[in-house]
Each structure stands twice: as C-alpha cells, then as structure tokens.
Nanobody, 121 residues
C-alpha cells in the first residue's frame, strides 16, 4: 500500500488549495480513507474521512462548510478541496487508509508522507 500526497503550498488567508492523494495497492471504493493534519506542537487530527462501502463522511467541526473530500475511483485518487483557508489550517496534511469508526489517527493503518500547507494571515 502506497499513498502519495501533493498540492500543498503557501496561500493567503481566505484562499483555496486542492490536495491530491494517489493511492496504490488497494482499491479506493472498498477502503476507508481520509485526510489528517498535524500542526506544529499538536497531535495529528482527523479532518475528513470517507468510510468504505456506503461512503459515510466524517468531518472535523473546524472544517465544516469549508473543506470537501472526493475521490476518483477510476484513477484511485483522493482529493481535499480547502476553501476559505485560515491561519489555523496551517499543518502537514496526510492521507491515510484503514478500518476506522471515528476518523481518528490511531485507527489508520497506512499513511502517506504528507504535504505542507501554510496559510499566511
């Protein structure tokens, strides 16, 4: 299983970014997958997850209405569209897969190496 994130960068507050995660070694529609982030000095937190099977979405309260998750099943790609970015969204963003219930980092089995998002205020 391999996960490779891309699309991070520097953006001004209020701007947008789209992150991508290229997955291999498993099939997206049949696996739970999500986006997580870790800011300096903080624990890794779940941002958005899609459950396997029914595709149930789980959002962190802090990103509701601003971030959306989607997947391209044909190309095994996962996306995170981030709008109305805030300085507090600054973090390394990771995609991860695993059999989760709560979209918690401790539940995930495989991780990408992350992509840095910096939001300037």
């Amino acid at each position: 299983v391999t996960l490779v994130e891309s699309g991070g960068g520097l953006v001004q507050a209020g701007g947008s970014l789209r992150l991508s995660c290229a997955a291999s070694g498993f099939t997206l529609p049949y696996s739970g997958i999500g986006w997580f982030r870790q800011a300096p000095g903080k624990e890794r937190e779940g941002v958005l997850c899609i459950g396997s099977g029914d595709g149930r979405l789980m959002y962190a309260d802090s990103v509701k209405g601003r971030f959306t998750i989607s997947r391209d099943n044909a190309d095994n790609l996962l996306y995170l569209q981030m709008n109305s970015l805030k300085a507090e969204d600054t973090a390394v963003y990771y995609c991860a897969t695993g059999g989760f219930v709560l979209c918690d980092a401790s539940e995930m089995d495989y991780w990408g190496s992350g992509t840095l998002v910096t939001v300037s205020s």
